[in-house]
Antibody, heavy 118, light 107 residues
């Protein structure tokens, strides 16, 4: 059974940094692209970042480009999201998700809440 | 970026009804579209991928259609468990984008 467990969320001041982790199990982690999707309180879903299985290629939404970095450690079956220069508008639940087929996401974690506030 | 627009934003319906949600892209995404269901406090659940393929385990009352720029999600014979928020998502080109969501409410 695929399991994705996010951690690392919390309260951070504007301009601060945070690193989210997503521990994966139940599948061959290195074989799948992985994604971060976020959801601000009471709002819709926003695609954030994606990384290939090898980690050789990444993509980021314009809203986080230059501030967030997605990475992975295939020896630890773990996905990361390094978030720097955090802003109030980055406040959201952050989900990691496993790539499925041509680009949809079948397996999701439970989410971790990031709150950016002074 | 490709913009995805869902309509309506809110939909009121009754158990047993047939409902349709529309998702439009501002440029062709061929069939690279998924539909998700989300309930409060929960992660999204994949319903449909590649515009019309039903995900394993999803009831057959859910169906998807469309290609290019216009897509629909249809739910036949609404069940109490179907009242939730639905999102479309394009994966034709980065940045992948979601529609703003359609909240399906009990009438």
């Amino acid at each position: 059974e695929v399991q994705l467990v996010e951690s690392g969320g919390g309260l951070v001041q504007p301009g601060g940094s945070l690193r989210l982790s997503c521990a994966a199990s139940g599948f061959t982690f290195k074989s799948y692209a992985m994604t971060w999707v976020r959801q601000a309180p009471g709002k819709g879903l926003e695609w954030v970042s994606e990384i290939t299985g090898s980690g050789s290629s990444t993509h980021h939404a314009d809203s986080v480009k230059g501030r967030f970095t997605i990475s992975r450690d295939n020896s630890k079956d773990t996905l990361y999201l390094q978030m720097d220069g955090l802003r109030a508008e980055d406040t959201a639940v952050y989900y990691c998700a496993k790539y499925y087929g041509s680009g949809s996401y079948k397996s999701w974690g439970q989410g971790t809440l990031v709150t950016v506030s002074s | 970026d490709i913009q995805m627009t869902q309509s309506p934003s809110t939909l009121s319906a009754s158990v047993g009804d047939r409902v349709t949600i529309t998702c439009r892209a501002n440029q062709s995404i061929r069939s690279w579209l998924a539909w998700y269901q989300q309930k409060p406090g929960k992660a999204p659940k994949l319903l449909i991928f590649d515009a019309s393929s039903l995900e394993s385990g999803v009831p057959s009352r859910f169906s998807g259609s469309g290609s290019g720029t216009e897509f629909t999600l249809t739910i036949n014979s609404l069940q109490p468990d179907d009242f939730a928020t639905y999102y479309c998502q394009q994966y034709s080109s980065y940045s992948y984008t979601f529609g703003q969501g359609t909240k399906l409410e009990i009438k």
